[in-house]
């Protein structure tokens, strides 16, 4: 998990690639971004993301803010590298 949540922060709010497999067992290619701040209403989770093993990423296709369970990515693309768990 370590390992891909620094892949993740190394993008530094730059649009990146991420290919996971849903609860639903279904694998999903979402083209997200970290740092995004529109929309925060500043309320906050009631509970911390990174200690159920999630990271909270801003999806562009759905342009609102989505979950991705660390333990289930395959592979992050950022600046046309691929990498894969």
Known sequence: QSKITRKIKETNG????????????????MTARLGVSKGVKG?????VPSDKGLITVYALDVLNFRMVTLDNVKSIKFK???TTF
């Open 14 to 29: 730059k649009f990146f690639s991420v290919t996971f497999t849903k609860k639903d067992g279904t694998l999903r290619k």
């Open 43 to 47: 309320v906050g989770h009631s509970y």
């Open 80 to 82: 046309s590298v691929l």
